[in-house]
């Protein structure tokens, strides 16, 4: 009796010893301190900033055209093809040294001849973040890119490019039709009229100035010298990881290993006796079963 309650007892104990040493090596793996949730890199609102960058792209498009003439040979021409389009960066880090990333940063601004078009600066000292929508020549973008993903640890880095030829052409061509609008009424005011109509004619002038002015400054947006690429970029201040002691670890490891431990064996404990009471009552079952069978086959005097 005496050896077998000591063979399972060194089992219990290897059985703790092993959840112990897994939970140990496994705080090796895991990080001493988490980082924050990606939720507090909100950046601007699209309401806090509608100013919008653009730049163009300018190529040849080769075509093939076929000649009136009898011969069957193509004629390779090519055509002078321009893009306007809008290319924004979203990048979000974390940083320990919040003071010396933000000059840093400001520094490779300076240096890639970029702009800052907003800033926002909130939180106090330990939680901080600072957002900045950034404006870049375009043949600069790519290198400024790989230049901000070092400042800091990277969180995000995503780019979008999208085509707004289209859009481009259509603020251009209401331009040409407001403009043919009020030519024509202001020739209109050189007709003879009540002063009412006058007056409305006038009004409706004003409104196309309006539109006009709007329209102005949309299509400037698209003019050479304002042409940037966008990076909004997001810092937010971080702690520096704590390194945890192997004593803390070993702390940790063994409350963990104990819990789970008694509810483990708990659960096997319920399990087994589950089982006993289960194939108890099979046996009475049989016993009961063959007693009947007995009475059964028992001959009538």
């Known amino acids: 009796m005496k050896k077998r309650i000591l063979k399972t007892a060194t089992w219990l104990i ?36 509608s100013r919008k960058n653009y730049a163009s792209d300018r190529y040849k498009y080769i075509k093939s055209e076929m000649p009136a003439q009898a011969e069957n040979t193509a004629v390779a021409g090519t055509m002078d093809v321009s893009q ?8 979000r880090s974390k940083s320990t040294q919040f003071e010396e990333d933000e000059k840093t940063l400001r520094k490779r601004i300076r ?34 890119y790989v230049v901000l993903k070092k400042i800091g640890n990277s969180k995000q880095a995503d780019i979008t490019k999208v085509d707004k030829t289209s859009e481009y052409k259509k603020l251009n061509a209401q331009k040409i039709s407001l403009e043919k609008v009020r030519e024509s009424l202001i020739q209109l005011k050189n007709q003879n009229g009540k002063i009412d109509e006058f007056m409305n004619l006038e009004n409706r002038i004003l ?62 404990t ?24 007995g009475l059964q086959d028992k001959p009538k005097e």
């Open 207 to 268: 409104e196309l100035e309006e539109q006009l002015q709007d329209l102005g400054v949309q299509i400037g947006d698209f003019d050479e010298e304002n042409e940037f690429c966008t990076i909004k970029f997001s810092m937010s201040e971080g702690k520096a990881p704590i390194p945890m002691s192997f004593m803390h670890r070993a702390k940790v490891s063994f409350e963990w290993a104990l819990t789970e431990y008694f509810w483990l064996m708990l659960v096997l």
């Open 84 to 91: 306007k389009y809008e290319k924004t960066a979203l990048m």
């Open 111 to 144: 240096d890639f001849n970029a702009i800052i078009q907003y800033e926002q600066n909130t939180g106090n000292k330990g939680n901080r973040r600072l957002s900045l929508m950034i404006g870049v020549k375009p043949e600069k973008f790519d290198s400024f």
């Open 270 to 293: 319920f399990v087994a006796g589950f089982s006993y009471l289960f194939l108890l009552i099979i046996d009475k079952l049989r016993i009961l079963q063959g007693i009947a069978k």
């Open 14 to 49: 290897l059985g703790f010893a092993v959840l112990f040493c897994f939970r140990l090596a496994y705080s090796y793996s895991e990080k001493s301190t988490h980082d924050e949730e990606d939720g507090v890199f909100d950046f601007i609102s699209d309401e806090l900033v």
